[in-house]
């Protein structure tokens, strides 16, 4: 398979790049798409009917090329597949997301979900989705849902649990698969063909940064099917983060300079104590005093020698525990 090979930098924090040199095959167009990604299969396992079941497949640009989604498509209406971001540069992400359509659709039902790359060369990519859907048991709202929240916040959601057809139906447990959470389960409601049972979720002042993507595993006492999953979002706001993520430098002359804006932002005033970066083509120019917003002015001037630019910059500021952000850099100088 004639895949590029692995650019890396004598100097230290330097991030390894793949050049897709040439691809002699369908199947290496397939492999080099393949790599992208961390997952290309997800079972929903038991849901009930109406209730929200999304799953995001990640993929990471790896190549110096820039990536193309050109669609995506599902072999079932069961699910339907969107992309988040059709176009990714140099180590940038994106995800294509599944949904399963639990309001129109019950029994099991399994999908194929194609991803059409049509740069920087055509590949396919398959991506399996199954889950079973229940009409019998339902969740108001849907998901759990905390929506944005800030490093160290606590909240609570209410959710309201609902099985009709068989008053004798109990819960027995509930299987958090995160610490990070706290489950509650009141007493249930009996009424004839029908058990309603509240609970509380509880999210802790312990939850890392970033995307919530969780699930609670509901045990019963129905020995068809003894558990039943309920999906738990939101999002972490990082205590600083650095924007762009990827800065592309494009193609720098030997000797010439080119200038870029980083943007710091913060959750609370802090200041900027230095910026980090083992490469000393790089130049910082770094503001002063204690804010909520930083721009940072970044200058790379080329070398001598043709090269490939592939550089982890790190932002250190006086937050707690000198609170860093990261953002990486990449370029070629010819």
Known sequence: MMIGSLVRSSLTGCIALLSLIS??????????????????????????????????????????????????????????????????????????????NTSTFIGQKAATVTVVFDRPYYAEVQLQVSGFIRTDVTFDPPEVDFGQCKNGEVKEKDITITHRGNSSWRLT???????????????????????????????????????IRERLTLVSNDTKFPTIEMSIAGMIRPTISVSPAAVSLGTTESG???????????????????????DDRFE???????????????????????ARIAQRIEIVTDLPGDKTAECVATGTVK
Not at 30 to 50: I, L, P, S, Y
Not at 76 to 92: A, I, K, M, N, R
Not at 174 to 195: G, T, W
């Open 256 to 278: 010439k300079t080119v200038s870029k804006r980083l943007l710091v932002r913060g959750e609370e005033p802090f200041e900027i104590k230095e910026v980090r970066c083992p």
């Open 23 to 100: 691809l002699a095959s369908s199947a290496n167009a397939q492999n080099w798409a393949e790599k992208m990604f961390t997952e290309t299969k997800h079972d929903f396992r038991v849901v009930g009917r109406g209730t929200k079941a999304e799953y995001k497949f990640e993929f990471r640009n790896l190549y110096e090329e820039t990536v193309h989604v050109q669609g995506v498509r599902s072999s079932c209406g069961c699910t339907t597949p969107t992309v988040s971001d059709d176009t990714l540069e140099t180590h940038e992400t994106s995800s294509i997301v599944a949904t399963l």
């Open 173 to 211: 447990d509930v299987r958090s698969h995160c610490d990070d959470f706290a489950v509650k389960l009141e007493q249930p409601i009996i009424q004839p063909n029908m058990v309603q049972y509240k609970m509380r979720v509880r999210m802790k002042d312990t939850m890392d940064e970033g995307e």
């Open 284 to 306: 910082f120019d770094i503001p002063e005093g204690k804010k909520m917003l930083h721009f940072v002015e970044m200058k790379f001037t080329g070398g001598d020698e043709p």
